[in-house]
C-alpha cells in the first residue's frame, strides 16, 4: 500500500475565463460573439462573485490545494493601464484560499488575452513577450504568500491555437472564410487528430516563460513552473522513432523549456497509440467521453513518468486530470484508477507534488457547455453549486492521503 506523500496538495483547478463570467476585454469574448456554432460564455459560473463559495466547498470536503487563474485582460484592460481594483480583487481570492487552508496554486495566463494584445500582434509581435512580462511584473505585486505560479497553460495547446487563429485569419483576408477553428466536437464521436502546435510560436512563448520565471524569481518566493499538455502519446511496434519526432513537436519542445524549472505541470487525459500514419485517432465506442477521448485513466501515469525523465528529474506537480462524463460514479472510477498509476510512479521514485483535479466546476469548454468535467454542478440560471458524490470521494482521498 502506498504511503502518504508529505505535503501533498490534493485540490482542483479552475481557469478564469471559463468560470468568471462577462471577460469582456478579452479575445476569447470577441471571438464568442463571431464564430458560427460557438457558444458563448456569457455570465459562466459567476465564479467572479462566487469564488469564496467554491473555495469553501472544495476546503469542507478536504482538498488543501486550489489552482486558479489571474486575468490578464481584467488586470490590464487597455495597454499599459492597469487596474488596481482588478488587483485588489484577485488578492483577495489569495487571501480567501489561504485563510481556508487551501494551497493557491496561481496561472497567471489560461488561453485568453486582452483583445488589444491579439489585436496588436499578440505573441508574435516584437513587443509581445515584453508586453507580457510587464503584466507578470505587476502581478507579481500582489502574490505574496502563494507557493506555486505557473506562467503559462498548456504551451502547446496555446502555440496550436495562435497558429490555426493566423492561418484562418490569412484565409479569411483571401476570401476563404474564416471558419470555426474550434469548433465542438460532436458528443459522442471521435476525437479528430489535431495539427502540431506552431514550433515558431512554441519558441516565442518559451521566451516568454523564461522572462515571467526569471521576473517571478526576483520578486516572489514562489515555485514557478508552465504547465504542458501531455498526450501520453504510445508508439505501436516499429513506429517508435515517429513517435518520437511527433512528440518532440507536440510535447518535449515544452518539456526541455522546463528544464530548470521548480515545477512542471502535468496535464493529462487520454492515451493515443501512434502507428506508421502519425497518431491513431480514437475510436469512437461505448467509452468515449464527452469531448471524444477515449477513457484512458492510465495515461496520467504514462505522462507524468515521460513528463519527469524529458524534464531532467523536474519535480511534478498534476495540474489538470479528469474525464468528460454526466456520470459521476464514472468519474470517480476514472479517477481511482488514475490515481492508481500516479502513486505508482511515485512508488517507482517520481517525485510528485500534488494533484490538482480538472475541473472544480462544471464550466465554459472553450466553445461549448455540454463537456462536464467538474466536482460540482452549477446551475446556470441560479449558479447554485451542487457538489457532487466525487467531490466528497476526493476529499476523503485527501484526508487518508492515498488512493
Not at 270 to 283: A, C, K, L, R
Not at 343 to 372: C, I, M, Q
Amino acid at each position: 500500500m502506498t504511503r502518504p506523500v508529505p505535503g501533498f496538495l490534493w485540490g482542483a483547478s479552475t481557469a478564469p475565463h471559463q468560470i468568471e463570467g462577462n471577460n469582456v476585454n478579452s479575445d476569447w469574448w470577441a471571438r464568442e460573439q463571431l464564430m458560427p456554432g460557438m457558444e458563448r460564455s456569457g455570465d459562466a459560473c459567476d465564479g467572479y462573485h462566487r469564488y469564496a463559495e467554491d473555495m469553501r466547498l472544495l476546503a469542507e470536503a478536504g482538498l488543501n490545494a486550489y489552482r486558479f487563474g489571474v486575468e490578464w485582460a481584467r488586470i490590464e484592460p487597455a495597454p499599459g493601464h492597469f487596474s488596481q481594483a482588478e488587483l485588489a480583487h484577485y488578492r483577495r481570492m489569495i487571501d480567501t484560499a489561504l485563510e481556508l487552508g487551501l494551497k493557491p496554486v496561481v496561472t497567471l495566463h489560461h488561453f485568453t488575452h486582452p483583445l488589444w494584445f491579439a489585436q496588436a500582434g499578440g505573441w508574435m509581435a516584437d513587443d509581445g513577450v515584453e508586453r507580457f512580462t510587464n503584466y507578470v511584473r505587476k502581478a507579481a505585486e500582489i502574490l505574496d504568500g502563494v507557493e506555486w505560479v505557473c506562467t503559462l497553460n498548456e504551451p502547446n495547446m496555446l502555440a496550436l491555437m495562435v497558429g490555426m487563429s493566423r492561418a484562418a485569419r490569412a484565409a479569411a483576408e483571401s476570401g476563404g472564410g474564416a471558419g470555426n477553428w474550434m469548433s465542438p466536437t460532436v458528443e459522442g464521436a471521435a476525437r479528430p487528430v489535431l495539427p502540431d502546435p506552431d514550433p515558431e510560436v512554441g519558441r516565442r512563448l518559451i521566451e516568454a516563460h523564461h522572462a515571467a520565471r526569471a521576473v517571478l524569481r526576483e520578486h516572489t518566493g514562489a515555485a514557478v513552473g508552465w504547465t504542458v499538455a501531455c498526450q501520453a502519446l504510445v508508439a505501436r511496434p516499429g513506429n517508435e522513432e515517429l513517435l518520437e519526432r511527433i512528440r518532440h513537436v507536440r510535447e518535449d519542445l515544452y518539456l526541455d523549456a522546463a528544464r530548470g524549472d521548480e515545477f512542471i505541470g502535468v496535464q493529462s487525459y487520454s492515451s493515443q497509440d501512434v502507428d506508421e500514419n502519425g497518431v491513431v485517432p480514437h475510436p469512437r465506442g461505448p467509452d468515449t467521453t464527452l469531448t471524444g477521448n477515449a477513457y484512458r485513466p492510465d495515461a496520467l501515469g504514462i505522462a507524468v513518468r515521460h513528463a519527469w525523465e524529458r524534464t531532467g528529474r523536474t519535480p511534478v506537480l498534476v495540474t489538470e486530470n479528469g474525464i468528460a462524463t454526466d456520470d459521476d460514479t464514472r468519474r470517480v472510477a476514472y479517477t481511482a484508477e488514475a490515481l492508481e498509476h500516479l502513486f505508482a510512479a511515485v512508488d517507482d521514485g517520481v517525485d510528485v507534488r500534488g494533484y490538482l483535479h480538472w475541473s472544480a466546476l462544471d464550466n465554459f469548454e472553450w466553445g461549448h457547455w455540454k463537456p462536464t468535467f467538474g466536482l460540482i454542478a452549477v446551475d446556470r440560471r441560479t449558479f447554485e453549486r451542487r457538489p457532487k458524490p466525487s467531490l466528497a470521494w476526493l476529499g476523503r482521498t485527501a484526508r487518508r492521503g492515498r488512493p
